[in-house]
């Protein structure tokens, strides 16, 4: 038996600053780079198929003739523009459920960030800019296919990406406090049953909210992905559109996505901090 | 109740279990003794009846786990390592759903479940989830999940590894129970203090091998003094400092942090050292354990 | 002492009557049942999804499209996509069962290697998760089609067949779902598993019919499980019958043998080593 001598650990002096939110985002950035492959399926393939089997399928049932979904815009048109905002919901709600129910209670992450200098509200803030960057490049592609599908064209399209981005932003957000919130998996069962669902078949996506019932069509207000495809469609489908918005209509749905996303990282932040007991 | 010759579990290249014969006695209790990766667990493995022998012949109650599992199975109650209970239920439920995988029926199950639970002591965590339970318990739960069937052996892999000391207690308070009640128990550990306390008799295994057998006061009586000197030098390599306490007793072991002094007398073992002008910065006399024994014939420390 | 296999099967198989031989399956379906109460919500909301689709579909989409033509008779949009959404939601929770809830019992719930510790066999286990899937299917495909009666998108009373019907597709996806899950190491292979599903949610005919796709792509469609499904529970909530629907049936039925046998094969593998 050999006996070993203990390496010596140098203990700190000075106290360093704490890295702020760019080193919790670049945490994030690291996780992903190690699962980004697995996120291919649901960021990027499974909107294209949704755009081919129901922009061009069903768009060629309903672009019949003269008639057309919405006056002057075909179908397909209509749902990649949907889709667009739809996509920036699903990734955005998707980057703030399990990996903040796994950072808090899984694999303890955000313990181990708080026994450094961060704060709570650098890793709420690092989460956000991270989700608005997978947000960013799920919605980007899925632009730039639809470019080359001939579904969209212009440079409006620009436009209705960072549209995209803040109606990301505002489904992220909200839910990040939900995460905070919930104790177990089946809360993420009940959220994507009960809202996510149908909020991607009810807001304008797949048909204008206006062949809805009344009240259903007013319930469909309180959306935020309705708010956010009126913006992706004003943007993409130009001014020569049936959805073609002035400035005001712009500035009010701009605002209410805006009061979901900043509303949702206020109570984000108070709610990590309780749940964190910091 | 088991007799095993020549037996072997290999994974490809890597040889698990390397030809060791083992025959346990009914109402004994039974050690596996050895670090991680002696072969202690795939060894429990096919005494389950879950892992096919590589070779050589292995008998549960007589019947021959190749063709008779199922069989061996009903009258076996296994403890895990891992405990491997189930999440989704309560404490009560994972004894009554265990029972039913035997095809027992439920009223017994039920009325089986109601006196475990008082031996586990859980009664007021019936109607638990399992994931709120403490470590302690959950082994309690596992214990009595493995005795749902009124088994003759009850095999436990590690039963106290990971536990405080307080819930090692309760635990080895119930296994005594069980003993005592004439339930045959085979159980692995790599703790000294364990294998002493519960097993009738040992099997020390390293690498896939049994280097020594017997009950664990023959075992320390063999391979070990009386007694044990612990010296504690402040030096970076206790080596340099075993020439000088070379012949005290019957044998020097040098570790990491401290030496080991095999000797009949350690007070009269301490005085000699004194004597010969050497100061140790701490020492500590105590009887000679397992881990002595274990040290003795492998040359290394049951715990890495 | 040497045993073949073929004496040890035989001899496990002589020795356990039929009713007994089920009795060990139904002790998992009951431990799923009993988990079940704990997450009644979920197991309530798998109920809506299909719901909403077939509001949205039927409603919204309905309004868009006007009528098809299915064998030259002109239907309602509603009532030509419900069977679909039956169909699918079927395959949907055979494979989100026999999928995401296997792969966490087998990799990290250790629920079949406790199993296994008793006298269940890895046949049982098979037989008992895929029961277990079938009945969960089977409570939702009677809601479903009780909501589409009320919704007034069921026209004949053939369609109460199309209930066993999707317990039949609910096999075949359940018994590959679970083999294929036992082929997966990481929670990235669960992604793969939307890879085969949600194209043939979109392109099983399911939303328009078989005539809209390209001739080239007909028989690629025609091909899928999916389809077979969707078009014998079409045939059965039209009234429509014909002999091609017992060639789906046929089609399923093949599918689900092989994958419950390929599934015990390969816990046996698995977990028995």
């Known amino acids: 038996m050999t006996a070993t001598t203990p390496a010596g650990v140098s203990t700190a002096v000075e106290s360093p600053p704490g890295g702020g939110w760019l080193s919790v985002l670049a945490y994030w950035m690291a996780v992903y780079k ?245 | 109740m088991i007799k095993a010759v020549g037996l072997r579990k290999s994974f490809g290249d890597f040889t698990a279990v390397d030809g060791i014969d083992v025959e346990v006695a009914p109402g004994e209790s039974f050690g596996f003794l050895g670090p991680n990766g002696a072969g202690k667990t795939s060894t429990m493995k096919i005494i389950g009846c879950t892992s096919p022998a590589s070779g050589g ?8 786990p190749a063709s008779q599992a199922s069989k061996i199975k009903a009258r076996l109650g296994v403890v895990p390592q891992e405990d491997a209970l189930d999440a989704d239920l309560t404490v ?24 475990l639970l008082e031996f586990a002591q859980l009664v007021d965590k019936r109607d638990e989830i399992v994931e709120k339970l403490s470590g ?71 690498k ?18 009386r007694e044990v000197l612990e010296l504690r030098f402040d030096v970076a390599d206790h080596a340099e400092r075993a020439a000088d306490v070379e012949g005290i007793g019957a044998r020097v072991e040098v570790l990491a942090d401290r030496l080991l002094l095999y000797v009949e007398n350690g007070d009269v073992a301490l005085e000699q050292v004194t004597a010969r002008g050497v100061h140790p910065m701490s020492s500590l006399v105590r009887r000679a354990s397992l881990e002595d024994v274990f040290l003795r014939l492998t040359g290394r420390s049951l715990i890495e | ?88 939601s079927a395959m949907n929770g055979a494979v989100y069962d026999s999928t995401q809830n296997v792969f966490w019992k087998l990799r990290f719930a250790k629920t079949y290697d406790t199993a296994l510790s008793t006298p269940m066999r890895p046949t049982d286990v098979a037989i008992g998760e895929i029961s277990w899937a079938l009945l969960r299917g089977l409570i939702y495909s009677t809601a479903f089609l009780a909501v589409a009666a009320i919704g007034g998108f069921v026209h004949s009373w053939w369609a109460l067949l199309a209930i066993p019907a999707c317990t039949l597709i609910g096999l075949a996806f359940a018994s590959v779902g679970m083999a294929a899950t036992t082929y997966m190491s990481s929670w990235t292979h669960l992604e793969y598993v939307q890879l085969a599903i949600l194209p043939m949610f979109l392109f099983s005919a399911t939303f328009y019919p078989l005539s809209t796709y390209p001739a080239a792509l007909q028989w690629v469609v025609q091909a899928t499980p999916l389809y077979h499904g969707v078009d014998l529970v079409r045939g059965l909530m039209l009234g429509d019958l014909h002999a091609g629907l017992l060639v789906h049936v046929a089609y399923l039925a093949i599918f689900g043998t092989v994958g419950i046998w390929a599934t015990a094969k390969r816990i046996e593998r698995l977990l028995l080593t």
């Open chain 1, 34 to 278: 190690r699962v980004w492959k697995g996120t291919i399926i649901s960021s990027f393939l499974a909107p294209l198929a949704y755009l081919a089997g129901m922009g061009i399928g069903l768009g060629s049932l309903i672009d019949s003739g003269e008639r057309t979904a919405v006056e002057g815009v075909p179908y397909l048109a209509f749902v990649a523009t949907g889709l667009l905002a739809a996509q920036a919901m699903q990734t955005g709600v998707g980057e703030a459920t399990f990996p903040v129910m796994g950072a808090i209670k899984w694999h303890h992450t955000y313990e181990a960030m708080l026994a450094t200098p961060l704060r709570v509200q650098d890793l709420v803030r690092g989460h956000v800019v991270y989700a608005a960057i997978r947000v960013a490049t799920t919605v980007g592609v899925f632009a730039i296919v639809s470019i080359a599908l001939g579904a969209l064209s212009g440079w409006g399209v620009l436009g209705a990406v960072v549209f995209a981005i803040l109606g990301g932003l505002a489904f992220a957000m909200p839910v990040y406090f939900y995460s905070c919130r919930v104790r177990s998996e089946q809360g993420y069962n009940v959220l994507s049953r009960f809202v996510i669902m149908p909020l991607f078949l009810f807001s304008g996506t797949f048909f204008p909210i206006s062949q809805l019932p009344a009240w259903l069509e007013a319930l469909a207000w309180v959306s935020p992905l309705t708010h956010a495809g009126a913006l992706t469609r004003a943007a993409a489908l130009g001014p020569g559109s049936p959805f073609v918005l002035d400035l005001g209509g712009y500035l009010l749905h701009i605002a209410y996505l805006l009061l979901w996303a900043v509303g949702g990282y206020l109570l984000g932040v108070r709610a990590l901090r309780s749940r964190m007991g910091a």
């Open chain 2, 57 to 64: 012949t292995i008998r549960i109650l007589g019947m021959d």
């Open chain 2, 92 to 115: 009560f439920e994972n004894l009554l759903v265990y029972g039913r995988y035997f095809g027992l029926p439920r009223a017994t199950v039920r009325a089986r479940a109601e006196e």
């Open chain 3, 1 to 88: 002492m040497v045993t073949t296999t073929q004496e040890v099967s035989d001899r496990r198989r002589s020795r356990i009557p039929f009713p007994v031989a089920f009795a060990l399956p139904l002790a998992l379906v009951e431990r799923n049942a009993r988990a079940a109460r704990h997450f009644w919500l979920t197991i309530v909301s798998g109920f809506f999804e299909p719901v909403f689709y077939l509001f949205a579909m039927g409603v919204g989409i309905g309004a868009l499209v006007g009528d098809v033509m299915v064998d030259g008779v002109a239907i309602g949009y509603g009532v030509f996509v419900a069977p679909a959404l039956m169909a699918t």
């Open chain 2, 136 to 206: 302690g318990m959950k082994r309690r739960l596992t214990i009595a999940r493995g005795l749902i069937n009124t088994p003759q052996i009850v095999l436990l892999d590690e039963p106290t590894t990971g536990l405080d000391p307080q819930a090692r207690h309760i635990l080895w308070d119930r296994l005594f129970r069980l003993k005592r009640e004439g339930v045959t128990l085979v159980l692995t550990t790599h703790y000294m203090d364990e294998a002493e306390q519960l097993c009738d008799r040992l099997v020390v295994m390293d």
């Open chain 2, 208 to 225: 896939g091998r049994i280097v020594a057998e017997g009950s664990p006061r023959a075992l320390i009586a063999e391979h070990a003094s």
